[in-house]
């Protein structure tokens, strides 16, 4: 699987079964909201220079609305740290590229 997809509800599944053995960070975002665009940019960036290290899973809320509510989000940008099929941590809002980098370290391996 690439690391870095667009989730959709085609193919949600096979991403919470890949989170099983790697972790995915899951990007809520909406074009209408330039900070979450701003915000994808940067985990894109990220999750370019980690390597391969996560799974980043873009989920577009004015298209995949079922997603969102499934995860319950209520503001864009929102990121989740999905691990073993479940939402380990998070935040909203924007963050720094250190602040994310910070929080990935913690439950990355190596």
């Not at 699987?1 to 989730?7: K, R, V």
């Not at 995915?24 to 940067?42: G, I, R």
């Not at 963050?95 to 929080?103: A, G, K, T, V, Y």
């Amino acid at each position: 699987m690439d690391y870095l997809i667009n989730l959709t509800k085609d193919n949600i599944q096979q991403v919470v079964d890949t989170s099983m053995q790697k972790m995915v960070v899951l990007a809520f975002w909406a074009q209408q909201q330039p900070e979450s665009v701003q915000m994808l940019q940067t985990l894109e960036h990220l999750a370019n220079s980690q390597g391969g290290r996560f799974i980043l899973a873009k989920v577009d809320c004015e298209t995949e609305l079922e997603i969102a509510n499934y995860f319950q989000i209520q503001n864009v940008p929102t990121t989740l740290i999905l691990d073993k099929g479940r939402p380990i941590d998070g935040f909203a809002g924007a963050q720094s590229q250190e602040q994310i980098s910070d929080l990935l370290d913690k439950h990355l391996p190596p």
